[in-house]
């Protein structure tokens, strides 16, 4: 995409249509605004082969509004891309419903083909992941996709008609609970659907879930285990976890499992039969359980969008894009922030080398996306910024970094100022060594900021030596500042945080020039 432009993508799904428009300038891009309207156009699709008029009624309704947003919003027609999934694909009057919503909305819609709406879910799923090798899950309202992936290639893909609508129409009842042998009935067809695709056992141990039903179901995982709730990204659904919200789930009425916390209303009629689905998808492949993003086909259709021009429209390095992309949007001092992050890197190196920690990358990469990320609170204001940080990492959104991962990010920028670093609200997914973890990477954050106190970059490096004891015992540590100038001013602010420094290696710090 060219700087400064919007993309409104709009998903004509079986279940639901949804509109999002997505920005990008110069260095980053984000999403700005979304409609969503529980259409279900698929319903009856199944037992008629055709869409019924009154989903028809809803789902003009919904694109005529769709329409007059995009007309209000300045977005022209190269600028709006509406996609149509598995309903609209494959009903026998689709060609009847597209000619009416052209003529009552304008808008220009394509009609996916199987290929076109797995390789949308692929990048979507695998731009905002890590996912090298293994398999991507796409479950929507008539169908559910999946795609085998190594080294970050699609290689195999399919297509079944077995998404949350038609299944539930055909195996589930409409009111009350449902009885075993309707689980397993459902359980049954999934099975030898999914016998076509004999890749599955072999695509790896990883599987990333997309779609509004793997979000409902993570976001009920997630509350049943006690965990913060700051959205699902990276969320894993583990097989038992999965197994007992089924069990949960089916002694219910549809119409009350939106009681079971996580569950939105709108959805609660069609969890159940998702939930069995991906139940099959686990079994079929013996997977232990369904990693989840937020992103969905329509983050992979902008992200065409937004990575044309290249071989592929993937992303280099997920993480460090995910970093530079929150930095960037919250128009941080570059300069500044590189600064600190040159520095408390250069620290957990010599600390390395010394012995006093193991010096491991991940911990590392931690570190230089809290020193890229601490100041970002600063575009809500100077008093508390620390606190702002922190609560903009945790929803901004980090894709690519686990949820402990960017806990311990969010709480670094939060403790970069004063104060001792607790998880606070996200203790349930602190264990001891993530605490551990969480106190080095503030402290040297911390001296580093203390470092760079002035803003003019006058600190080049420092020298650290081990003054007396041995690295696994007690001694003191001394850090000798490098400057270009006098270094009061940073000798007087890092000498301040011995009581955390001592915290966090064990070993008292002292200040010299």
């Known amino acids: 995409m060219q700087p400064e432009k919007r993309l409104a993508v709009i998903d004509l799904g079986s279940n639901s249509f949804r509109l999002v428009v997505f920005a990008a300038a110069d260095g980053w891009w984000k999403r700005t605004d979304e409609i969503y309207e529980p259409v279900r156009i698929g319903e009856g699709l199944a037992a008629s082969g055709r869409l019924g008029e009154r989903p028809i009624e809803r789902a003009l309704a919904t694109l005529e ?21 598995s309903a609209i694909r494959d009903a026998e009057n689709a060609a009847d419903f597209l000619d009416r919503a052209s003529e009552l909305s304008e808008l220009p819609i394509r009609v996916l083909s199987r290929e076109q709406e797995a390789r949308y879910g692929y990048l979507a799923a695998v731009n905002s992941t890590t996912l090298a090798a293994g398999c991507v899950l796409d ?35 409409p009111n009350g609970p449902a009885k075993r042998k309707q689980l397993e009935e459902l359980r049954e067809h999934v099975a030898r659907e999914l016998e076509q695709a004999s890749w599955l056992a072999h695509s790896g141990r990883r599987l990333v879930g997309i779609g509004g039903t793997v979000r409902s179901l993570a976001t009920a995982a997630q509350r049943a285990a006690g965990l913060p709730s700051n959205g699902v990204q990276g969320m894993v659904i583990e097989r038992a976890a999965l197994d007992e919200l089924v069990e949960r789930l089916a002694a219910l009425p549809a119409a009350e499992r939106s009681t079971i916390p996580g569950i939105k209303p709108a959805r609660a009629d069609l969890i159940l039969a998702g939930a069995l689905v991906v139940q099959g998808v686990l079994q079929a492949g013996g997977f232990d359980g369904l990693e989840t993003t937020e992103a969905g086909l329509r983050e992979g259709v902008f992200f065409e969008r937004l990575l044309d021009g290249c071989d592929l429209p993937l992303f280099e390095n997920l993480r460090r894009t995910s970093v530079m992309n929150l930095a960037a949007r919250y128009n941080v001092d570059a300069a500044h922030t590189r600064h600190v992050a040159a520095l408390a890197l250069g620290m957990f190196d010599e600390l390395a080398r010394l012995g006093l920690h193991d010096g491991d990358a991940r911990e590392r990469e931690l570190l230089w996306a809290a020193c890229m990320l601490h100041d970002i609170g600063m575009s809500v204001d100077y008093d508390d910024h620390h606190k702002h940080s922190r609560y903009l990492i945790l929803n901004g959104g980090l894709p690519g970094f686990t949820p402990i991962e960017v806990a311990t990010i969010a709480q670094a920028a939060r403790y970069h100022r004063k104060g001792m670093p607790d998880p606070g609200p996200l203790a349930a997914l602190f264990e001891a060594d993530d605490m551990e973890r969480l106190n080095r990477c503030a402290v040297l954050l911390r001296l580093a900021e203390d470092l760079e106190r002035s803003r003019d970059q006058l600190v080049r490096g420092v020298d650290i030596s081990l003054l007396n004891g041995v690295p696994e015992g007690e001694g003191k540590v001394e850090l000798r500042v490098i400057a270009d100038g006098e270094a009061a001013v940073p000798r007087w602010a890092a000498s301040r945080e011995t009581e955390l420094f001592a915290r966090a290696f064990h070993h008292d710090l002292s200040v010299a020039a």
Request: charged letters at 20%; one cysteine or more; glycine letters at 12%.
């Open 65 to 85: 509004v769709f329409a007059h947003f995009c007309r209000a919003a300045g977005l022209e027609h190269g600028s709006v891309d509406a996609v149509a999934t």
């Open 139 to 173: 479950l929507g309202g008539g169908s559910l996709q999946l795609v085998r992936v190594a080294d970050r290639l699609a290689r195999e893909s399919g297509s079944w008609r077995v998404g949350t609508v038609r299944m539930s129409e055909r195996f589930l009842p």
